[in-house]
């Protein structure tokens, strides 16, 4: 429990003091944030605010996890480091599209084409090395059966279907927090939220581990404290960096921090097996990708018409007339009681199996 909670507080210590330093560093510099012309124009006033803001929450997470072993002198997990690699791999493709919009002084970033590969890269070593490094048990990471709050039996599928059905889940995640990363504070907020949930649900599953106590409703998962190591870390590191990216930001995560935090949560959901209970739990981020399949969708179709005043659903109630603030803490809400009823479901699930 100890390198659990020095974790959580070491990387939150590591946003909190090293954002500070990074806006100074890129304010000097001059990288700020591009603004599209098609958005509220309220936004207009955070043209030039720092971006990459992201890199920050990477570098604490990552070193809070190596050090809160260190510290306690406990041995790394290869859940722990797969869920590692894809967060901080996601996040360097992130960071060059973030560096392309800077550099070339645009508002688009990598290509399409050069960024799917690159994502795609990341979430293939991760799914084949998630489905192939197994234990002394025979346990591996994940499992090609697709789960809710444990693997679905009659939905176990062939291997290299199993690696293709995580890869998709990825993308999904990581491109819906991506979407979600369009207000101060809003993204932040609500991956805090999530990762603190799956930092609850991990140490649930190791309280009712397989390996601890073999029982009827045991959790047969792989190195489920360690992955509440690195939920704690995430969490941390994103509500310490709200701090500066709270209304009004003083630095964005950039697709840097967004595609990061999008691949964390994702590998989580995979290696607790909870692949389908993360649309609950993420609730907000699944909301928010609705409403721009659904725009997208609807102007082709119609050849023009549109459901929302604009997509992501965020930018609808600006030009609604809602003040920022009050979209953000409104979706908070809706993202604190989506964690909720995931976790309610997930323990209830345990409950009525007794």
Same mark, same amino acid.
């Given at each position: 429990?100890?390198? /659990?909670?020095?974790?959580?507080?070491?990387?939150?210590?590591?946003?909190?003091?090293?954002?500070?330093?990074?806006?100074?560093?890129?304010?000097?510099?001059?990288?700020?944030?591009?603004?599209?012309?098609?958005?509220?124009?309220?936004?207009?006033?955070?043209?030039?605010?720092?971006?990459?803001?992201?890199?920050?929450?990477?570098?604490?997470?990552?070193?809070?996890?190596?050090? =809160?072993?260190?510290?306690?002198?406990?041995?790394?997990?290869?859940?722990?480091?797969?869920?590692?690699?894809?967060?901080?791999?996601?996040?360097?493709?992130?960071?060059?599209?973030?560096?392309?919009?800077?550099?070339?002084?645009?508002?688009?970033?990598?290509?399409?084409?050069?960024?799917? &590969?690159?994502?795609?890269?990341?979430?293939?070593?991760?799914? /084949?090395?998630?489905?192939?490094?197994?234990?002394?048990?025979?346990?591996?990471?994940?499992?090609? =059966?697709?789960?809710?709050?444990?693997?679905?039996?009659?939905?176990?599928?062939?291997?290299?279907?199993?690696?293709?059905?995580?890869?998709?889940?990825?993308?999904?995640?990581?491109?819906?927090?991506?979407?979600?990363?369009?207000?101060?504070?809003?993204?932040?907020?609500?991956?805090?939220?999530?990762?603190?949930?799956?930092?609850?649900?991990?140490?649930?599953?190791?309280?009712?581990?397989?390996?601890?106590?073999?029982?009827?409703?045991?959790?047969?998962?792989?190195?489920?404290?360690?992955? =509440?190591?690195?939920?704690?870390?995430?969490?941390?590191?994103?509500?310490?960096?709200?701090?500066?990216?709270?209304?009004?930001?003083? /630095?964005?995560?950039?697709?840097?921090?967004?595609?990061?935090?999008?691949?964390?949560?994702?590998?989580?959901?995979?290696?607790?097996?909870?692949?389908?209970?993360?649309?609950? &739990?993420?609730?907000?981020?699944?909301?928010?990708?609705?409403?721009?399949?659904?725009?997208?969708?609807?102007?082709?179709?119609?050849?023009?018409?549109?459901?929302?005043?604009?997509?992501?659903?965020?930018?609808?109630?600006?030009?609604?007339?809602?003040?920022?603030?009050?979209?953000?803490?409104?979706?908070?809400?809706?993202?604190?009681?989506?964690?909720?009823?995931?976790?309610? &479901?997930?323990?209830?699930?345990?409950?009525?199996?007794?």
């Amino acid at each position: 429990m100890k390198n /659990i909670l020095l974790a959580g507080g070491l990387s939150m210590l590591g946003t909190l003091v090293g954002t500070k330093w990074f806006i100074v560093f890129l304010a000097k510099r001059g990288y700020g944030q591009f603004i599209r012309d098609d958005g509220p124009q309220t936004h207009a006033a955070k043209k030039g605010t720092p971006t990459m803001g992201g890199a920050v929450i990477i570098l604490a997470v990552v070193l809070a996890y190596f050090l =809160a072993h260190l510290l306690t002198w406990t041995h790394v997990t290869v859940s722990a480091l797969l869920v590692l690699w894809l967060f901080a791999g996601l996040g360097f493709i992130g960071f060059l599209d973030d560096w392309t919009k800077i550099s070339k002084q645009r508002s688009l970033g990598l290509r399409p084409k050069g960024k799917l &590969i690159g994502q795609a890269f990341v979430a293939v070593t991760f799914g /084949i090395g998630a489905m192939f490094f197994h234990d002394s048990h025979g346990v591996a990471p994940a499992s090609p =059966a697709i789960s809710f709050l444990r693997d679905i039996s009659w939905l176990h599928l062939p291997l290299w279907l199993g690696v293709i059905w995580v890869i998709l889940l990825i993308a999904g995640a990581s491109n819906a927090v991506n979407l979600t990363d369009g207000l101060d504070g809003l993204a932040p907020g609500a991956a805090t939220m999530v990762f603190a949930a799956y930092t609850l649900l991990s140490l649930w599953q190791f309280n009712q581990w397989c390996s601890n106590e073999a029982t009827a409703r045991c959790y047969t998962v792989r190195d489920p404290h360690d992955l =509440a190591v690195v939920a704690l870390a995430l969490t941390g590191a994103c509500f310490g960096f709200l701090w500066w990216n709270a209304k009004p930001a003083k /630095i964005f995560l950039g697709d840097t921090g967004s595609l990061a935090i999008g691949g964390a949560v994702a590998g989580l959901a995979v290696l607790s097996r909870t692949e389908l209970l993360l649309a609950i &739990i993420g609730g907000l981020f699944v909301i928010e990708t609705l409403s721009v399949m659904i725009q997208v969708s609807v102007f082709k179709v119609t050849h023009g018409k549109r459901v929302f005043k604009m997509a992501p659903l965020h930018h609808h109630f600006e030009l609604k007339g809602w003040a920022e603030i009050t979209v953000v803490i409104r979706f908070w809400i809706i993202c604190g009681l989506m964690v909720a009823i995931g976790l309610g &479901i997930f323990y209830t699930e345990w409950v009525v199996g007794q």
